[in-house]
């Protein structure tokens, strides 16, 4: 079954741009068969669909965060990416990528000067 | 955006009882023969992971305790025997249309 794994900074600085990157363990970026996801969790709280990536370079977004966030692939290293600017506290939650319906292990982000 | 409403928000089963949980959208999932809806359970300090999907297909290594069901915009997942496994908050989530969204989670507790 195929790995994700997030890595990035855990901690943002307000008003900066959030970096996160997912590593995929099959080298299944290449594919243009799958969806590439970011979905988040506040501390406590439910989950938010951030956006996904798919057919080799379509994106859709949450309309409520639409004008923030970029997802991108870097196929040469089994990787896709996500940048969110202009964070504020709100942001603070752990990160999710996800292949479809499967996720990875998610990384804790806060936001805080 | 299509609103996923679960019920109840808690719940509290004795070890070996069924369990169900209501998931209600405000737009039919269905499209094109296909229902978009699927269930995830995060167990503490886990992520997500899926259940059932397209209503009511385990996937691979869930438990047969496990079963989903429902059209349209109502549906349910029970859970036949409960055991403390099972213990975390189970989400719906719909991807028929974006953005993608997910119930408010329904939390299971062991009595």
């Known amino acids: 079954q195929v790995q994700l794994q997030e890595s990035g900074p855990g901690l943002v600085k307000p008003s900066e741009t959030l970096s996160l990157t997912c590593t995929v363990s099959?080298?299944?970026?290449?594919?243009?068969?799958?969806?590439w996801s970011w979905i988040r969790q506040p501390p406590g709280k439910g989950l938010e669909w951030i956006g996904y990536m798919y057919h080799s370079g379509n994106t859709d977004y949450n309309p409520s965060l639409k004008s923030r966030v970029t997802i991108s692939a870097d196929a040469s290293n089994n990787q896709f990416s996500l940048k969110m600017s202009y964070v504020t506290a709100a942001d603070t939650a752990v990160y999710y990528c996800?292949?479809?319906?499967?996720w990875g292990q998610g990384i804790l982000v806060t936001v805080s000067s | 955006d299509i609103v996923m409403t679960q019920t109840p928000l808690s719940l509290a089963v004795a070890p070996g009882q069924p369990a169900a949980i209501s998931c209600k959208s405000s737009?039919?999932?269905?499209?094109?023969?296909?229902?978009?809806l699927y269930w995830y359970l995060q167990k503490p300090g886990q992520p997500p992971q899926l259940l059932i999907y397209e209503v009511s297909n385990r996937f691979s290594g869930v438990s047969d305790r496990f079963s989903g069901s429902g059209s349209g915009t109502d549906f349910t997942l029970k859970i036949s025997r409960v055991e403390a496994e099972d213990v975390g908050v189970y989400y719906c989530?719909?991807?028929?249309?974006?953005?993608?969204?997910f119930g408010q989670g329904t939390r299971l507790e062991i009595k």
């Open positions: 989530m719909q991807s028929i249309q974006v953005p993608i969204t």
């Open positions: 099959d080298g299944s970026v290449t594919s243009g068969s799958y969806y």
């Open positions: 737009q039919s999932l269905l499209h094109s023969g296909k229902t978009y």
């Open positions: 996800a292949r479809d319906l499967l």
